[in-house]
């Protein structure tokens, strides 16, 4: 500020030394050309002058506004660093969305898929010793096929089974494993609180026929 009215005070000088050029040589000089220059230089420092004038006021007035002037800054900045936290969230939240899908395939895979590989690699090595019981091999291929139907039955198609909800879900699987593997039936008579409401659900969905083997609801 102190600045400005010192160059305010230099050209407040230079356009009174201007005056009194025009004063004492434009107003003799006969030719309008050379007049009209001096008027026009005369006009131009006038209005530099003015301008500094004007400007000095317009800084004190900023100056004292200051404090304003650095809330709204620190605004700024508070908006700029909660927008960078809002795309981290975003961010997050997708990485989340592709861990629960992983997450949801790797229940699928191993209700309804590795429990039955399990079943099939035990009737396999069991088919595969050399002491087999004549008819045995048929008889046991008979089961095998027999509980794989009925562990099918009961965790349906991969599309409906989607569209069951979680505790749903968890109960076909585990119907699905007591028919695999009977020795799991004994834990079905400690049935939880929630399940007695999962179990009418179940019922909602239609029969499949597999083929071969059509289980009949209780």
């Known amino acids: 500020v102190l600045f400005s009215m010192a160059y305010c005070a230099f050209y407040a000088s230079i356009v009174f030394a201007a005056w009194e050029d025009f004063s004492s040589v434009c107003k003799r000089v006969d030719s309008m050309a050379v007049f009209k220059t001096c008027v026009l230089g005369l006009l131009r420092k006038c209005v530099g002058f003015i301008a500094l004038v004007v400007y000095i006021p317009a800084m004190c007035i900023c100056i004292y506004h200051i404090d304003r002037l650095d809330a709204v800054m620190e605004t700024m900045q508070t908006i700029w660093e909660l927008e ?36 099939v690699m035990q009737y396999g090595r069991k088919m595969a010793t050399p002491n087999l019981v004549d008819g045995q ?9 027999e509980k794989l139907e009925v562990a099918a039955y009961h965790l349906r198609p991969a599309s409906e089974w989607l569209k069951l909800s979680g505790d749903a879900q968890e109960a076909c699987v585990r119907i699905a494993a007591e028919s695999l593997d009977p020795t799991r039936r004994t834990t079905s008579s400690l049935m939880e609180p929630g399940d007695a409401a999962v179990r009418p659900s179940l019922d909602n969905v239609p029969l499949m026929d597999t083929g071969t083997f059509v289980m009949e609801k209780p």
Do not use: P, T
């Open 84 to 119: 960078d936290v809002q795309k981290a969230i975003r961010a997050f939240h997708r990485s989340m969305a592709e861990v629960e899908e992983q997450v949801v395939l790797l229940r699928a895979i191993q209700g309804r898929v590795l429990a039955r590989i399990d079943l």
């Open 137 to 145: 091999l048929q008889s046991d291929m008979a089961s095998l096929i």
